[in-house]
């Protein structure tokens, strides 16, 4: 039986991947470094710790990636951070889940500093119980060390009695990795074909469609 829901954020709950992505794209232009916006796009969901390796040389992430990450952090906060808008139905669909007894988490590689600001963008922070972002892992995204940090701060629960909700094959593949199962929403941009082979059991347009077909999805069923 699902006692428990974690959620991931950007794409998820916020539509924010564009975003996220026109503000790595400005970062590493800064640097000195062009890098394609679909690129970059392909990347998001990762903490900076996963992203730079995959697009940026070996020496590079070494010598300059702390200052890289603080430079994009700082600029999302400030340029982007404002645009950040919930998808439709985001408190609903938690209203939903609490009045159906989960309990509920979320799970960002996002800093806690913008998490605090996606629990105002969404509205849900009253009915979230726990939460965790890259600053409470040593590895993010598509490691499962977020995840594995929200499920013990929910307490009680093992991996078989909780569901991962994300956007993105490295949601389901962190997921896998901490032994818990997922499901997607391609309202992020990733095709529901890439979510079920990463290992979605299931996948949705949006926190809409999601609600709209509650009963019959794992969520409301455990299977």
């Given at each position: ?7 991931d ?12 992505a026109?503000?790595w794209?400005?970062?590493f ?8 916006f ?25 010598d300059?990636g702390?200052?890289?990450e ?7 906060k400030r ?6 808008r ?10 939903r ?7 509920l ?12 600001a ?9 009915l ?8 409470d892992?040593?590895?993010s ?7 594995q ?5 929910l307490g ?9 909700v ?5 949601d ?10 997922a499901?997607?929403?391609t ?7 890439q ?16 609600l ?6 794992p ?5």
């Open positions: 039986m699902i006692r428990g829901v974690i959620f954020i950007d794409g998820t709950l916020v539509d924010s991947v564009d975003l996220h026109r503000a794209q400005e970062t232009r800064h640097f000195g470094r062009e890098i394609p679909d690129c970059v796009r392909a990347q998001i969901g990762k903490g900076g710790d996963q992203l730079l390796p995959a697009l940026l040389p070996e020496d590079v992430v070494r300059r702390e200052q890289i603080a430079y994009r952090s700082d600029h999302y340029v982007y951070l404002p645009e950040d919930a998808f439709p139905s985001v408190r609903e669909l938690f209203e889940l609490r009045a159906d007894g989960k309990r988490a979320l799970a960002s590689s996002a800093r806690g500093d913008e998490l605090e996606y629990n105002r963008i969404t509205r849900v922070g009253d979230i119980e726990a939460e965790s972002s890259s600053d892992a040593e590895r995204k598509p490691h499962p060390d977020i995840f940090a929200a499920l013990g701060r009680g629960l093992g991996p078989d009695e909780v569901l991962v994300g956007d993105t094959p490295y389901a593949e962190a997921a896998a990795k901490a032994g818990i199962r499901v997607g929403l309202c992020g941009g990733w095709p529901e074909e979510l079920r082979a990463a290992g979605c059991v299931a996948v949705y347009r949006d926190p809409v469609d999601l709209g077909r509650y009963e019959r999805s969520l409301a069923r455990g299977a």
